[in-house]
């Protein structure tokens, strides 16, 4: 059992490595010796766990499709809102996710090895559907196609974000565009009890510890 641990803490400490080297370098320019510095392991240890720059850059994207932070709530419109509000909190702290979009938005190395956003459309569609069943969105709300565009919106809010920055943090924005989006989607009386605001990352954080 100790063996087992220690080595998922070797496959995580090289994914944060990698994650952190294509963040700042790119996928082109990585290099796997870069890797090794930063995650301060043999290259043995790292071939073990990854045959190629190519199988950590897969490792980097897979991770990046998380749902850390969301717990059960009333209305399954407020897990899909939870979702994208906490990844917008974690992303100017977390290389490895700054990495999975870089990867995901480079034409080269969407080329090699895909993105996860047929992942997180899958997440939100889920959800959507869920929400569909309760009753918690309008009749004419396609759950797969509104997946896709909340998906494109949020990716392309968090693109311009980083391109042209401004006072206002992601979150902030992300909670803009739920704003505008959220009136099309969900039932006015779910509407009326969705929690967006831009604080809402830190006040699930809080409940978590408590």
Known sequence: MAQQERARRTRLAILEAAGTVFDECGYEAATISQILALADVTRGALYFHFSSKEDLARGVLDLAVTTEGVVPQQFKLQELADASLLLADRLPKE????????????????????????????????????????????????????????????????????????????????????????????????LARLDIAPDRPDRLRQQARS
């Not at 969407?110 to 069943?133: H, N, Q, Y």
């Not at 509104?146 to 980083?162: F, H, K, N, P, Y």
């Not at 391109?163 to 943090?169: D, F, G, I, S």
């Open 95 to 190: 290389p490895m996710l700054r990495a999975a979009l870089r990867l995901s938005v480079d034409q080269r190395a969407r080329a090699l090895f895909g993105t996860r956003w047929p992942d997180w459309i899958s997440v939100a569609e889920g959800l959507l559907a869920e929400a569909k069943e309760r009753g918690e969105v309008l009749a004419h709300v396609d759950p797969h196609e509104t997946a896709r565009l909340l998906v494109a919106s949020w990716t392309g809010v968090q693109l311009m974000a980083e391109a042209v920055p401004q006072r206002e943090n992601l979150v902030h924005e992300i909670s803009l565009l739920y704003q505008l989006l959220l009136p099309n989607i969900a039932v006015p009386a779910v």
